[in-house]
């Protein structure tokens, strides 16, 4: 079954610093993706990344970058420069291909969070 | 563009009462999933409805139920509420399903306390 880790349950920055959060998978399908989301005091998951399991290529969007490693499992996601608004809940997603078969491909597993507080 | 949209906000109840939560998705999206959000099970997946009929159903009791309506506007139902049902509800709306890996927008949730 599939399963996602992510052991960092809480990570407290000074801002500036570089901050990684991990995230381990587990599957058992060779066709999946990966998200990223995160979550704010407000409640709302807010869409980071996504990739997909054939695509192994590093991804930067200004501060945030994401490492996708197929033999480890984990997709890892390092912020750049911290900063205070960086403070939130962020969880890593999965999405397998056999979730297709019943028609519905939209379930998402969700790691358990990591808290980043980023202080000044 | 409005996002997704999640009524009520907040809810009150008490044990044994059901309840009806509401979501309206992105306008154009016909794909609705439903999240669980708890501190000791953190966010569970609870179905997902696309053209009004459901597609995938996570591990939870008859308790819980949906339903799509022809707009994709869906809602979910629990039944004789107990304390553990206490949680933030989230919906998620997408263009697509069939296939993985859909950009899927959230609301804000609704959170229930059952007291």
């Known amino acids: 079954a599939q399963k996602v880790t992510q052991a960092q349950t809480e990570i407290s920055v000074v801002e500036k610093e570089d901050v990684t959060l991990d995230c381990v998978y587990e599957?058992?399908?060779?066709?999946?993706?990966l998200f990223w989301y995160k979550q704010p005091p407000s409640g709302e998951l807010v869409f980071l990344i996504r990739r997909n399991s054939f695509d192994e290529q590093n991804e930067i969007s200004g501060r945030y970058s994401w490492n996708f490693q197929k033999s480890t499992s984990s997709f890892n996601f390092t912020i750049t420069a911290s900063q205070v608004v960086d403070s939130a809940v962020y969880f890593c997603a999965l999405s397998e291909a056999e979730e297709w078969v019943t028609g519905g491909g939209n379930k998402l597993t969700f790691g358990t969070g990591t808290q980043l507080k980023v202080e000044l | 563009k409005a996002g997704v949209t999640q009524t009520p906000r907040y809810l009150i109840k008490t044990r044994g009462q059901q309840v009806t939560l509401s979501c309206s998705p992105i306008s154009g999206h016909r794909s609705v999933s439903w999240y669980q959000q708890t501190p000791g099970q953190g966010l569970q997946f609870l179905f997902e409805y696309f053209s009004e009929t459901q597609r995938n159903k996570g591990n939870f009791p008859g308790r819980f139920s949906g339903r799509q309506f022809s707009n994709s506007r869906s809602e979910m139902n629990v039944s004789t509420l107990e304390l553990g049902d206490s949680a933030l509800y989230l919906c998620?709306?997408?263009?697509?399903?069939?296939?993985?890996?859909?950009?899927?927008?959230f609301g804000p949730g609704t959170r229930l306390t059952v007291l």
């Open positions: 599957t058992r399908d060779t066709t999946y993706y």
């Open positions: 998620a709306s997408s263009q697509m399903t069939g296939t993985s890996g859909n950009e899927q927008f």
